[in-house]
Nanobody
Framework: QVQLVESGGGLVQPGGSLRLSCAAS????????IGWFRQAPGKEREGVSY????????YYADSVKGRFTISRDSGKNTVYLQMNSLKAEDTAIYYC?????????????????WGQGTQVTVSS
């Protein structure tokens, strides 16, 4: 049984940084494309970042480009989302998702497994 567990969320001031982690059990994340998504209250879920399984190509939503970085640590079976220069509009629940095929990219289509989410709040 595959489980994804996000961690690292919290309350941070505007301009601050957080690093989210997506740890897996029951699967080797190297074989999966991983997407990070977020959902703010009253808004639809949106794709934030993506890393492919074959060559670790990365994609970012325009709203986070230059501020967020996605990466893998194969030894820890974990994918990270480093978030810098955080803004109030980054406030949301952040989810990671794993896709064995890798077609969804920043669209929440075809992902096989989802984590439970971690809350990120950016506020002074």
């Amino acid at each position: 049984q595959v489980q994804l567990v996000e961690s690292g969320g919290g309350l941070v001031q505007p301009g601050g940084s957080l690093r989210l982690s997506c740890a897996a059990s029951g699967a080797t994340l190297d074989y999966y494309a991983i997407g990070w998504f977020r959902q703010a209250p009253g808004k639809e879920r949106e794709g934030v970042s993506y890393i492919s399984s074959n060559d670790d190509s990365t994609y970012y939503a325009d709203s986070v480009k230059g501020r967020f970085t996605i990466s893998r640590d194969s030894g820890k079976n974990t994918v990270y989302l480093q978030m810098n220069s955080l803004k109030a509009e980054d406030t949301a629940i952040y989810y990671c998702a794993a896709d064995i095929v890798g077609v969804g990219i920043l669209y929440d289509i075809g992902y096989d497994y989802w984590g439970q989410g971690t809350q990120v709040t950016v506020s002074s």
